[in-house]
Structures are given as structure tokens and as C-alpha cells.
């Protein structure tokens, strides 16, 4: 069983920047699809951005050319980088791992971002 811990989140002010971190309990070297989900307060969970095991990623179009999600797999470790944050990108922010081969998906439990002046 995949335990994903996510880590990172705060409190920033509107224009600032926030790298999350997704630790994984195990490899999740070429066989994992990750993707980072966000849930803003009576709101649906939304697919932010995601990255194949080869490497391809995308994002939703309203974080496009602000976030970046990258993966280290000898660390085990999948990132998000958001840079010029808005209000609108306050939410809890969940790390999701799926396995190619079997389907089986694994959730973290979040980490709070607010943004605020």
C-alpha cells in the first residue's frame, strides 16, 4: 500500500510562491502517473496538474505558466511549484499517485494553501 505525505503549504500573500512536496512510501519510479488535486471550500476536488511516469506533463488552464509540477523518482518525491499565486488558488491541495499496472490510485491527506493579503 502507497502512503503519499504531502508538505509545504502555508499561509502567502497574493504574488508569492509555494513549493509543495508529495513523499512517497515507495518507489514510484516508471510505473506511477502523479498529479496534484485541489479542493477549495464548497467546491468540487480539481485536477491541477498531473505528470506521466515518462515525464509529459499538464495543467489546467488556470495554472498555466504559474505552476510547475515535477517528480524525483530516486527520491521518491513529486513537487508543485506555484509562483504568482491569487486568492483564487486557496484550497487544501491533495498528492495523488495511480500505478499503470494495476489502476490502484493513492491519496495524501493534504496540505492547506491560503493565499491572503
Known amino acids: 500500500q502507497m502512503q503519499l505525505v504531502e508538505s509545504g503549504g502555508g499561509l502567502v500573500q497574493p504574488g508569492g510562491s509555494l513549493r509543495l512536496s508529495c513523499a512517497a512510501s515507495?518507489?514510484?519510479?516508471?510505473?506511477?502517473?502523479m498529479a496534484w488535486y485541489r479542493q477549495a471550500p464548497g467546491k468540487q476536488r480539481e485536477l491541477v496538474a498531473t505528470?506521466?511516469?515518462?515525464?509529459?506533463?499538464n495543467y489546467v488552464d488556470s495554472v498555466k505558466g504559474r505552476f510547475t509540477i515535477s517528480r524525483d523518482n530516486a527520491k521518491n518525491t513529486v513537487y508543485l511549484q506555484m509562483n504568482s499565486l491569487k486568492p483564487e488558488d486557496t484550497a487544501v491541495y491533495y498528492c495523488?499517485?495511480?500505478?499503470?499496472?494495476?489502476?490502484?490510485?493513492?491519496w495524501g491527506q493534504g496540505t492547506q494553501v491560503t493565499v491572503s493579503s
Open positions: 495523488n499517485g495511480r500505478s499503470e499496472i494495476s489502476g490502484n490510485q493513492y
Open positions: 515507495g518507489s514510484i519510479a516508471a510505473i506511477y502517473d
Open positions: 505528470i506521466r511516469s515518462g515525464g509529459s506533463t
